[in-house]
């Protein structure tokens, strides 16, 4: 199986994540954040991976260190799983609708890391996650993992919706990313020879 363990230790975070790309769509842990989790949760299922963290950060203070460390962790330990990239797809997109709200995730996993986050949520939180903090997320996670990482939101006016269709739609593209394409067997999907 395909995986990686990444720890960070730091005077704000303490995280530790274990991943495994073909895995069973299983998560374990905490990170003190219950709507967060719930969105690991999402993540792990519909990306079809299995995610173990572990984490204590200085959620007294709110949850941006938490959640931005949580996406470098998450970036460096995909790009640690991946290695070389020989035989991916390389590519996945998805388009996830939720009730009223419609969400779509393009990535690339190029070794070129950009974000595009084009999402208005309507409330400043959920549970007790600042929905400012979901594009932080996103952005140390492109950052580490060197993706290229698209995610419009279409439709929508539910921030719970919103969110939840967003790590739904990033699990399923990731997911058609990472997957071993048999025609490629062995090669890396570029002119270049390297991603």
């Known amino acids: 199986m395909r995986g990686a363990s990444y720890v960070r230790n730091t005077a704000e975070t303490r995280i530790s994540i274990d991943l495994f790309l073909d ?15 719930h969105m690991f949760t ?3 299922r519909h990306g079809q991976l299995d995610l173990t963290i572990g984490c204590q950060g200085d959620l007294e203070v709110d949850t941006h260190h938490t959640v931005e460390d949580l996406g470098i ?3 460096n330990a995909l790009a640690q799983a991946l290695g ?18 419609l969400v779509r995730v393009c990535l690339d996993l190029s070794g070129r890391p950009f974000l595009v986050y084009k999402v208005k949520i309507p409330v400043e939180r959920v549970g007790q996650l600042e929905t400012e903090m979901v594009e932080e997320f996103f952005r140390a996670l492109s950052n580490r993992a060197g993706m290229n990482l698209h ?5 929508g006016g539910n921030g719970h919706h919103i969110i939840e269709a967003i ?11 990472v997957a071993i394409d048999p025609d490629n067997a062995g ?6 020879g390297v991603l």
Do not use: N, W
């Open 23 to 37: 895995g069973k769509g299983v998560y374990d842990g905490t990170t003190g954040i219950g709507f967060l989790d």
């Open 42 to 44: 999402l993540l792990a």
């Open 73 to 75: 962790c998450l970036g």
């Open 84 to 101: 070389d990239k020989k035989g991916i797809c390389r590519y996945g997109h998805a388009y996830v609708p939720m009730d009223e709200t």
């Open 151 to 155: 995610i419009h939101l279409l439709e």
């Open 167 to 177: 790590f739904k739609a990033f699990g399923r593209a990731l997911r058609q990313a």
């Open 187 to 192: 090669r890396v999907l570029s002119t270049k």
